[in-house]
Antibody, heavy 117, light 108 residues
Framework: QVQLQESGPGLVKPSQTLSLTCTVSGGSISSGSYYWSWIRQPAGKGLEWIGRIYTSGSTNYNPSLKSRVTISVDTSKNQFSLKLSSVTAADTAVYYC?????????WGKGTTVTVSS | EIVMTQSPATLSVSPGERATLSCRASQSVSSNLAWYQQKPGQAPRLLIYGASTRATGIPARFSGSGSGTEFTLTISSLQSEDFAVYYCQQYNNWPMYSFGQGTKLEIK
């Protein structure tokens, strides 16, 4: 079955850009009518949806993060990626990627990103 | 923005008993509501979508109900593996989503 795996630096300096990649295995990112989302969760807190992408390249972002977020897709590599610019300590969280068909039915295990100098 | 409010924040229940978790939307979300279970150190797992449809592989002791603004997740007979945090999520306002703040289900 489809599996997702996040990868990227675990430590990012303040004001820099956080970059993560989600690799999809066990199926094609282009198959089915799915969107591909990023969600984050600060330690001990709830879930925050960041944004999504369709394989056509169309995107939607959380308005609270929209000015700093870019999500892209590389269908040839079966991957999609997240960039979050001008990070601060408030962006420290576990970042999850997920497959979405309105609800998230497949999740990656998550990767912890700490923003610190 | 649709605000999802879950209650209680923490629920203490004994194994074998029934647990009832609530989720309220600030405006109607029809039946476009999902429930997730999250255990420590793990990603959330989809339990229920469409307010009442169990996801693949989810045991029958999990059931969801409600529509509009009031929703309930019921676990009929708690097993040890059910103690976790549960989140509701509305997708009626697509492309925007919102999650509840979570209910922690703990062993009494």
């Amino acid at each position: 079955q489809v599996q997702l795996q996040e990868s990227g630096p675990g430590l990012v300096k303040p004001s820099q850009t956080l970059s993560l990649t989600c690799t999809v295995s066990g199926g094609s990112i282009s198959s089915g009518s799915y969107y591909w989302s990023w969600i984050r969760q600060p330690a001990g807190k709830g879930l925050e949806w960041i944004g999504r992408i369709y394989t056509s390249g169309s995107t939607n972002y959380n308005p609270s993060l929209k000015s700093r977020v870019t999500i892209s897709v590389d269908t040839s590599k079966n991957q999609f990626s997240l960039k979050l610019s001008s990070v601060t300590a408030a962006d420290t969280a576990v970042y999850y990627c997920a497959r979405e068909g309105y609800y998230m039915d497949v999740w990656g295990k998550g990767t912890t990103v700490t923003v610190s100098s | 923005e649709i605000v999802m409010t879950q209650s209680p924040a923490t629920l203490s229940v004994s194994p074998g008993e029934r647990a009832t978790l609530s989720c309220r939307a600030s405006q109607s979300v029809s039946s476009n509501l999902a429930w997730y279970q999250q255990k420590p150190g793990q990603a959330p797992r989809l339990l229920i979508y469409g307010a009442s449809t169990r996801a693949t592989g989810i045991p029958a002791r999990f059931s969801g109900s409600g529509s509009g603004t009031e929703f309930t997740l019921t676990i009929s007979s708690l097993q040890s593996e059910d103690f976790a945090v549960y989140y509701c999520q509305q997708y009626n306002n697509w492309p925007m989503y919102s999650f509840g703040q979570g209910t922690k289900l703990e062993i009494k």
